[in-house]
């Protein structure tokens, strides 16, 4: 789209205090030629406005163009932004370097048992663990499903630490850090002697239930499953079933099926479950790296030029 008024003002919905401090996120367009301004839902917009905003508001296709800051845009009607002309884009490729983090974290955690070690101070008990519970992740094997963003931010890490790094693709391209691809047709043969399995992938219908009984089966009982993707790509019910027969020796999980996850989940019970709250992305400058991104792509609006991560 070329055909465009010229931007007048940037217009942050008040949503995005869902993800960070949504005066922070205003402070952090103070570089930018027009002026940043907070809204609430009864802002009305122009074709001069760009908007970014956490949740979704009908009267945003009556902007110029509107920034979802997440990665995941499925709440916003996409039909409705391709009827009106209105662009939409969204935030992936920043989360590379925290999901990234936090997926490696995990992973030494269990490898070191720095999740056990906090258990037992919280009882105020000194515990040695066995010779043989401790592990190193160097060498280890880890394969990540899904190499988009994610997956190769949580490659690139782990591959640091001098892992053994496989993937899942259905692109035949090589991926720096990922020294085997699988397609995904051959899933069991990539998870079956990995000591981590490492989700990454969107939820579309082709992948909820990736994993599910089957692959639990298939994966190694030492081994330890991390989700930092969506919920429904794993089966609850079949992850819950494997942490009780002991088919895997635990899981790390950002995301659920609902969230927050509820009291009554059995999750909450497995000692070598560990749980964090959707909160993967979330670091001290994750409204600066959202505000890069945006700030980019004022530059191109402006200029006329294709919008980075446009998706309608």
């Excluded at 490659?155 to 053994?164: I, N, P, S, V, Y």
């Excluded at 939820?203 to 989700?227: K, Q, W």
């Amino acid at each position: 789209m070329t055909d465009r008024s010229e931007l007048q003002r940037l217009c942050v919905h008040e949503s995005v205090d869902e993800k960070f401090p949504k005066e922070a996120f205003v402070d952090a367009f103070d570089d930018v030629d027009i002026p940043a301004e907070l809204v609430g839902d009864d802002a009305t917009y122009e074709a001069t406005d760009v908007v970014a905003s956490f949740a979704p508001r009908e009267a945003f296709t009556e902007a110029g163009w509107v920034h979802v800051i997440r990665a995941g845009y499925d709440a916003f009607d996409t039909d409705a932004y391709e009827s009106s002309g209105t662009p939409l884009t969204n935030s992936t490729g920043v989360h590379a370097t925290t999901v990234g983090e936090i997926a490696v974290g995990y992973m030494l955690s269990f490898a070191r048992v720095l999740h056990v070690y906090r258990d037992h101070q919280n009882e105020n008990e000194w515990y040695e663990p066995g010779y043989d519970r401790p592990f190193t992740i160097e060498n280890e094997r880890l394969c990540v499903i899904g190499l988009g963003t994610l997956g190769e931010g949580i490659a690139k890490r782990a591959d640091a630490l001098g892992m053994e790094v496989v993937g899942v693709r259905r692109s035949e391209e090589s991926v720096p850090s990922v020294s085997e691809l699988y397609h995904p047709d051959d899933l069991h043969e990539a998870i079956g002697d990995a000591r981590f399995v490492a989700v990454a992938v969107p939820h579309t219908p082709a992948t909820d239930g990736l994993l599910s009984a089957a692959e639990f089966e298939t994966i190694r009982a030492e081994a330890y499953v991390i989700n930092v993707a969506r919920g429904p790509v794993i089966d609850t019910e079949a992850l819950i079933d494997a942490l009780e027969t002991g088919e895997i020796a635990g899981a790390a999980l950002d995301v659920f099926d609902t969230e927050p996850l509820p009291a009554e989940s059995p999750l909450w019970d497995f000692k070598e479950v560990i749980i964090s709250p959707h909160r993967g992305s979330a670091t001290n400058r994750y409204h600066l790296d959202i505000a890069d991104l945006l700030k980019e792509n004022v530059r191109r609006y402006q200029a006329g030029e294709e919008l980075r991560n446009r998706v309608a």
